[in-house]
């Protein structure tokens, strides 16, 4: 069983528009025919939330899931994710979306 990731989809890639992106030969292979989603990992912070992190100087932390199926932008999703050798790019085996 992965790990689970919850996050905020920020922007979604296609199969198709993967060549306008320069991205590493290792995601390029696992991503050929799927979806890179490009996630705040942990959610969407509220107002108050980004204030504390601005405050204890801390970022939120990107993160790219490579997924079958595509998910809109803005939507809050939890995934199975299995990690790959590519610091912050997970692979994922399952999506929910928190409605």
Do not use: N
Not at 59 to 88: H, R
């Amino acid at each position: 069983m992965g790990e689970r990731l919850r996050g905020e989809v920020l922007h979604v890639v296609g199969p198709t528009e993967l060549d306008d992106y320069d991205l590493d030969d290792e995601v390029r292979a696992l991503a050929e025919s799927r979806y890179l989603l490009v996630c705040w990992k942990g959610g969407s912070p509220s107002i108050v939330q980004r204030l504390k992190l601005i405050l204890a100087r801390s970022t939120l932390e990107p993160v790219t899931l490579i997924a079958d199926d595509a998910v809109a932008e803005g939507e809050i999703i939890t995934a199975t994710v299995q990690e790959t050798d590519t610091a912050g790019v997970y692979d994922v085996t399952e999506v929910e979306s928190d409605d």
